[in-house]
Structures are given as structure tokens and as C-alpha cells.
């Protein structure tokens, strides 16, 4: 178990590890006294009970002189050498229990555990196996097994033992961060936001559940709570880089650039080698329009040693928006080189938007194609390829790529105009007008959606100043413009809310949720 890189301590309170080895695993004597090796270890464990663990150990080691066998005092002495962070001694230890008492789960936890200290972790797995296979209901041995798996990269494996584990202790927030963190791996996102709420809930200081929660909003379209989440994160550990980096991340998807390049120059002060922020701050410029500081920050980044492929392709991106294109296509091409699997498709395309830009068509297609090599649903990149092969003469070529395109963004406007452009050279004349139709519907949808959001952004101005008359008859507008923007129909619920119309409002909140789940997330009970 990779216990040390753990973000959550696995540790277990003395007195609780002390009475599970006294009552759980020291088989029942029906009326009889307890041997003098058993008398020892109990004298061992009051004196733990009471702060006192040398004095424990000496009973512990007592009890091995009356009784070498004794698993109780093996088991303690290997608990006493596991918080010295005595690995080796601890494991044992345990194994000398195990070899008196080998169907002792809480044993094999332990020992799994140590051995995840000590870098075995295929050990550590087998060991937390058989603790559960003895004991089932063991919610350690269930724990340590889920999480393991997790940090092993067996998600599958480690979801219905976290998921056990938490229902055999459902205010165990270390259990339940770890099932989130399953789950979001798994692909169920709403399960994992549903967790991570209540984790933050079981254990409010816990600045990594906060982290969590924040990248797992911000991947479901909450960016509003992801920054929320984030900016509890930071309160709650102002040094925590990751933190600080993933609410810059945050405020860049908000459009709030100011404020991101400020947490990211944060990071960078507190920790000048964190890459990704550094990264992140050329990005954040960018959105601001300070082109000149984001290619000073990439830059610097390409002279690193060993030269990166995302160094130089940012560099491009930032020296293409300052129109140096010629600066761009070196830049772009170097990443290319550095990039032989193509781990960054947008590298190849980036590439074939400034040939394209600088007449060069004939060369763009290749560099869309590698684009479209390494990603297939990369569906801006089909859109050019069938924009340049459709400049090129190549109309089915062209089609087949646009059509593509429409498959991967049904909303793609400029895609159905260009499909409706080569059917009527063909002469198809129904399927050309049907495209153009679809085109200047799309466009009036896409109109409709940022009026729609400019009245949303009037109506909350109108609540803040305490006009709540106004604030509903925006919403409403919003809402008439367009009836999938989320949050037109949720901030119009909470208006009528506000006004009293409780049913109205019902039906609104209702159809924000369906359009946006994070909205009303399920909070799990267990």
C-alpha cells in the first residue's frame, strides 16, 4: 500500500487497536481466568490506556517470556513498533502472531498495512484480501483494501470495498473521500460530488476534499461552487499549491483572468518550481490579452532542461494570437518534435490553422489528419480538414469530415453552412436548404443563448439592488430566449421562490436541474 503518499493518515487510536486485540482476537474462555501471559498483555494495555507506552511494552514483552507464542502480545508489540514507525520490526511482529493465530483478521490488516509501509503492496493487497475473506465485516481491512486498490490504479477493484467500507461506517470521512474519489474515476461524477459534500460536511478541515470537490464541480460545469469549494481550500491551507493552482483554473473557466493570474503568481511565490502554475499563468495572461506576458512566461518555460512539448505549443499559441506567425509555426513545430505520440493533438492542429492562415492549404492537411490520428473526435479538427479540402476541390473528402463534425457538435453552425455550400454545387438542392435552415437555426440559437445569458446578468443585478419585480421579469425574458439555459431557469425558481409563487417556482427548479444535475445534487445517506 502506497500509504506514505496517502493524502488521508491511516491511523487508528491506541485504545481502539487495544481493545479490538483483547476482545476480538484471544479466543473465548468460558469462566476461566485469564493465563499469566494473558494477564500480562491486559496489564499492557491499561498502561496504554493511560499514556503509557514504555511501560506497556515492558508487560507486552513480559507476557512473551511467560507465553512465546502469546498472538496478543505479539500483536501489541507490533502496533507499539508500527507508530515508532518501526516497519520491519512491526511486520514482525504480526507475522509472530499470525504464525500462533492465523485466522485473526485484524492481524492481517495490520500486518497489510505495514507491508504498504514498506513498499509491498501486492503483499499489502493479499494480506487486506485475506482479513476480509476471515472477517468481512471489518471495515479497516475493507478500508485499507479499497484504498489501496485505488492508489494502485484498480478502481474497479476498489469500488464495493470502499463502498462497503462506507456502509459499515458511514461518518468515516477518510473512507467516504476515497469512495468520491472511485466514483469520479469510474465516470459517475454525480456520485462523486454527492461524497465529497458530505465528506466536507463529516470532517470541515479536510483541505483536500475540498480540492476534490472543487475539480470534480469544475469538471461537471459548476464553476461558480468549484470556485467556492476552492476558495474554502485555500482558506483552509493558504500553502497548499495545488489548491491555489486549481482555483486559478476555477477563475480562468469564470472569465475572471485578473484574479487567476493573481493565485497563480501566488503559487509561484510560495513555490517557484511548480510548473503547471507557471503554465497556467502564461494561459491566464492570454485571457486577459497581456500577449507580451504570456510569451515571456513561455519563454522561459522552453529553455528548460528537458526541453517540453506543452512549453512550446503554448509559446505558438501565445505568438499566433500577437499574429507572429511565422514565430508560431517555429514554435508549433518544435512541439510536434518533441511530441511523437501525439499526446497533444492540439499541437498538429494548431499547426494546420496557421499553414491554412499563411495559404499553405496543401500542408495543412497532413497536420490535420496527425491531429485527427491521435484524437478521432477531435471535432474542430475535422471541421478544417473539411474547410481546407473543401478550398481544395476535395468535396467528398470535405463532406465526409464536416458531416463528422456535425455527428461530434450537433450545434455546429458553420459546419452546416459549409455542408449546405458544397450540396448545392452538387445541385442538390433540397438537401442544400435543409442545411442552410439548420445553420440559421443554430445561429439564431446561439444568439438567443447569449442574450439570454446577458438578461440572467440583469436580473441578478436587479435582486442585488432589491428589485425583485424586475430581477423575475428578466429571468423570465432569459428564460423566453432560451428555455435550456439552466441558469435562467433556476435563478428565475428562485425569484418566484422569493415572491411566493412556490408552484411556479417548483416547475423552473425542476427544469434547472434536469438541464444541469449539479444543481440539486443527491446527498447520499450513507
Known amino acids: 500500500m502506497r500509504a506514505a503518499g496517502l493524502g488521508i493518515v491511516l491511523c487508528a487510536l491506541a485504545a481502539a487497536l487495544a481493545s479490538r486485540a483483547d476482545a476480538q482476537s484471544r479466543p473465548a474462555r468460558a469462566a476461566a481466568a485469564p493465563t499469566p501471559a494473558e494477564a500480562a498483555v491486559a496489564e499492557g494495555i491499561a498502561l496504554l490506556q493511560q499514556n503509557r507506552p514504555s511501560d506497556a511494552r515492558a508487560r507486552f514483552e513480559h507476557a512473551l517470556t511467560l507465553d512465546p507464542a502469546s498472538p496478543d502480545a505479539h500483536y501489541m508489540l507490533g502496533w507499539l513498533r508500527e507508530q515508532a514507525r518501526d516497519f520491519a520490526g512491526a511486520a514482525a511482529e504480526y507475522e509472530s502472531a499470525l504464525a500462533a493465530a492465523p485466522t485473526r483478521a485484524a492481524i ?58 462506507v456502509r459499515l461506517q458511514p461518518a468515516h470521512a477518510e473512507a467516504r473521500y476515497y469512495l468520491a474519489l472511485t466514483l469520479k474515476r469510474t465516470g459517475d461524477l454525480p456520485g462523486a460530488v454527492a461524497h465529497l459534500r458530505r465528506v466536507v460536511r463529516l470532517r470541515p478541515s479536510l483541505t483536500a ?32 499549491s495545488e489548491a491555489r493552482n486549481t482555483l486559478g483554473l476555477a477563475l480562468m473557466d469564470k472569465g475572471e483572468a485578473e484574479a487567476a493570474v493573481a493565485a497563480f503568481r501566488e503559487v509561484l511565490a510560495r513555490d517557484p518550481g511548480y510548473a503547471s502554475a507557471r503554465h497556467n499563468l502564461g494561459s491566464a495572461l492570454m485571457q486577459k490579452g497581456d500577449l507580451e506576458g504570456a510569451v515571456e512566461i513561455y519563454r522561459a518555460l522552453t529553455a528548460a532542461d528537458p526541453p517540453s512539448a506543452e512549453a512550446f505549443y503554448n509559446l505558438g499559441v501565445a505568438l499566433k494570437q500577437k499574429d507572429d506567425l511565422a514565430g508560431a509555426e517555429a514554435a508549433l513545430r518544435r512541439a510536434i518534435d518533441l511530441d511523437p505520440q501525439s499526446a497533444l493533438p492540439e499541437g498538429p492542429y494548431t499547426l494546420g490553422v496557421v499553414l491554412w492562415q499563411t495559404g499553405r492549404a496543401e500542408e495543412a492537411v497532413p497536420a490535420f489528419q496527425r491531429a485527427l490520428a491521435a484524437r478521432t473526435d477531435y471535432a474542430e479538427a475535422h471541421y478544417m480538414l473539411g474547410t481546407v479540402l473543401k478550398q481544395l476541390g476535395k468535396s467528398d473528402e470535405a463532406l465526409a469530415e464536416l458531416r463528422e463534425t456535425v455527428r461530434l457538435q450537433p450545434r455546429s453552425a ?58 423575475i421579469a428578466s429571468f423570465r425574458e432569459a428564460v423566453r430566449l432560451a428555455p435550456e439555459h439552466a441558469q435562467a431557469q433556476y435563478q428565475l425558481g428562485l425569484a418566484l421562490q422569493k415572491a411566493g409563487a412556490s408552484v411556479e417556482a417548483r416547475k423552473h427548479l425542476a427544469e434547472a436541474r434536469r438541464l444541469a444535475p449539479y444543481l440539486a445534487s443527491p446527498d447520499p445517506s450513507s
Not at 450540396?423 to 445553420?439: N, P
Open 414 to 471: 458553420e459546419a452546416q453552412l459549409s455542408i449546405g455550400q458544397i450540396l448545392r454545387q452538387r445541385g442538390d438542392t433540397a438537401g442544400a436548404s435543409s442545411a442552410f435552415a439548420e445553420a440559421d437555426r443554430l445561429r439564431k440559437l446561439k444568439a438567443d443563448d447569449q442574450a439570454a445569458t446577458f438578461a440572467v446578468s440583469a436580473g441578478l443585478k436587479k435582486l442585488a439592488a432589491k428589485d425583485l419585480t424586475g430581477a
Open 108 to 165: 492481517h490488516d495490520r500486518l497489510g498495512f505495514v507491508q504498504g509501509e514498506l513498499g509491498d503492496t501486492a503483499r499489502a493487497i493479499a494480506e487486506f484480501r485475506e482479513a476480509v475473506k476471515l472477517e468481512p465485516k471489518l471495515f479497516d481491512a475493507r478500508y485499507h483494501l479499497g484504498a489501496t486498490l485505488w492508489w494502485t490504479g484498480d478502481a474497479a477493484g476498489a469500488l464495493p470495498e470502499l463502498k462497503e467500507a
Open 209 to 240: 476534499a475540498y480540492v476534490q470537490l472543487g475539480v470534480a464541480l469544475r469538471e461537471w460545469g459548476d464553476v461558480d461552487g468549484a470556485v467556492a469549494a476552492l476558495r474554502k481550500a485555500v482558506q483552509l491551507d493558504p500553502a497548499s
